[in-house]
């Protein structure tokens, strides 16, 4: 099943889109309210959907598919991190504490955007697109989400949909010098949709427990970059169960696989070729992202946003007390 937003006029319908058409749910339910319900309640949801409120996908304008609780932004590809380590560090390599377990950064739930949408990037030299699979957390009975081992963390994937992690690549590159980050070189916008694919509908593509569809990315209608997502280093409920260790996932999170490797953005290609090559992101660009099994989403890149600048720090004497 595939699980949706949309605006229709001045109403916003949530439900499910089932071939041309999206359907309401029944009794008022939101997608919030079907990700807290899980996976079980799909079916009686479906066999009751609204279909006399049903309209032409074609004329509704689709939202991003939720609002999300948090985002966690994983970095599993490993072909990624070797091409994008040279671009913000200097040098191509794989430290040996990524093979140690799975990394991700929380990011803003606060500036998704939905296919179709303009991006309002901030002031910077290095746009970026980054193509990623994100697993969308849904409830799952008897389980509070924490401390979830693979096994257990399975069911709550409820689904998936496609993410792009729209980058600042010298915005980043600044505020990692200083060990932490990244934060305005990424929060200014992420992609999330067309839709969320329920997780069975995905079933006949996963192998050993990795999600092996094909994502694409083109910008202006050239083919940047391609990959299996199956080349992940961990499959998605290791990453799950990893994100609840020691705490907690809830339905309406969501987890991004990070970037897939093999041009799944710019700044891996910049690393690898030693130039900015092919160019960065600039107003009007647009970008695609297919991903089998799940659907495809387009953005435009807009005018960057000028904002008021902030003065370097000023330097303190460091004394321990007033005078």
């Known amino acids: 099943m595939r699980i949706a937003r949309w605006r229709n006029g001045a109403t916003t319908g949530e439900g499910f889109v089932v071939e041309d058409r999206v359907v309401p749910f029944p009794d008022g339910l ?3 309210g079907m990700l807290s319900r899980g996976r079980d309640g799909l079916d009686d949801a479906f066999s009751r959907r609204v279909e006399s409120a049903s309209a032409l996908l074609d004329t509704v304008t689709l939202l991003a598919p939720l609002v999300p609780a948090a985002i966690r932004d994983f970095v599993a590809f ?13 040098t191509s390599e794989v430290v040996p504490e990524w093979y140690q377990a799975p990394t991700f950064y929380f990011t803003n739930p606060h500036t998704v955007i939905a296919t179709g949408d303009v991006l309002s990037p901030p002031m910077t030299e290095r746009l970026d697109f980054e193509l990623e699979v994100a ?18 963390a399975a069911p709550h994937i409820f689904g998936y949909t496609i993410m792009n992690d729209w980058s600042a690549r010298d915005l980043q590159a600044r505020e990692m010098r200083v060990r932490l980050g990244p934060a305005k070189g990424k929060d200014f ?5 067309p839709w969320i694919v329920t997780a069975d509908e995905l079933d006949e ?8 569809v094909r994502a694409e990315v083109f ?12 080349n992940m280093g961990w499959p998605f409920a290791e990453l799950v169960a990893y994100a609840s260790r020691n705490s907690r996932v809830v339905p309406g999170d969501v987890l991004g696989s990070g970037t897939v490797g093999h041009g799944g953005c710019l700044g891996e290609l910049w690393g690898r070729h030693g130039s900015l090559t092919p160019a960065p992101l600039k107003t009007g660009d647009e970008v695609r992202m297919a991903v089998e099994g799940i659907g495809e989403i387009v953005n435009t890149v807009g005018d960057a946003v000028r904002m008021p600048p902030i003065p370097p720090a000023r330097k303190r ?3 321990r007390i007033r005078p």
């Open 219 to 230: 910008v202006n209608g050239i083919l940047i970059g391609h990959d299996l997502v199956s």
């Open 30 to 32: 939101t997608v919030a």
């Open 78 to 90: 490993e072909e990624h991190v070797e091409g994008i380590s040279a671009t913000v560090d200097g």
């Open 189 to 193: 916008g992420l992609t999330l949709g």
């Open 205 to 212: 593509f996963v192998e050993d427990g990795f999600l092996a």
């Open 317 to 319: 004497s460091r004394e």
């Open 135 to 152: 697993a969308v957390i849904g409830g799952v009975a008897g389980s509070d989400g924490a401390n979830l081992s693979a096994e257990a």
